[in-house]
T-cell receptor
């Protein structure tokens, strides 16, 4: 099946620093990747949609200058949390989908990254 | 954007009983409705999905129904087993799988 990885799985950083999270599709080409944020015992909130080679589309209320997204290849998207603050602490999950015959509807999720900002 | 509501937030059933989780959506243009299961500390996994041109879909013990007129869809799990215990999320998508908008989740506990 389709596998999506994320790195790192956990990161602790100081307030004011930037953190980069990688999302990779390991065995398929992801034309589109999505970034979600999940608070404890809450739902997944879509932050942005990332298409390879183009600018990300951000959901309403998500600061694009705060959460920088780059989708440089068909297997890699990165989310950079800039000038992180404690309120940015959360679980960030990416997902990926393909336009090929694998399943054009399904999104395959990564294992998530736990970010803690001190 | 799309607004998806999910009920109940928690559900406990005896092993062997059925469990039903309901979701409503706001945008009549939504055309794809997946259900994901998320076990503690793990990634969400697709368990079943339905497209807007279908009213019902079944896969072994799991079924999903869709009422486009009322804009609601439901997950039915029959003959529940302890390993069904997890958080279940419904989602709605306008663009056949792009931009999923998730419900708030249902924590299902199956009591042996």
């Amino acid at each position: 099946g389709a596998v999506v990885s994320q790195h790192p799985s956990r990161v602790i950083c100081k307030s004011g620093t930037s953190v980069k999270i990688e999302c990779r599709s390991l065995d398929f080409q992801a034309t589109t990747m999505f970034w979600y944020r999940q608070f404890p015992k809450q739902s997944l909130m879509l932050m942005a949609t990332s298409n390879e080679g183009s600018k990300a589309t951000y959901e309403q209320g998500v600061e694009k200058d705060k959460f920088l997204i780059n989708h440089a290849s068909l297997t890699l998207s990165t989310l950079t949390v800039t000038s992180a603050h404690p309120e940015d602490s959360s679980f960030y999950i990416c997902s990926a989908r393909t336009s090929g015959p694998l399943s054009y509807n399904e999104q395959f999720f990564g294992p998530g990254t736990r970010l803690t900002v001190l | 954007g799309e607004n998806v509501e999910q009920h109940p937030s928690t559900l406990s059933v005896q092993e062997g009983d059925s469990a039903v989780i309901k979701c409503t959506y706001s945008d009549s243009a939504s055309n794809y409705f997946p259900w994901y299961k998320q076990e503690l500390g793990k990634r969400p996994q697709l368990i079943i999905d339905i497209r807007s041109n279908v009213g019902e879909k079944k896969d072994q013990r799991i079924a999903v129904t869709l009422n486009k007129t009322a804009k609601h869809f439901s997950l039915h799990i029959t003959e529940t087993q302890p390993e069904d215990s997890a958080v279940y999320f419904c989602a709605a998508s306008i663009n056949w799988g792009n931009q999923f908008y998730f419900g708030t989740g249902t924590s299902l506990t199956v009591i042996p």
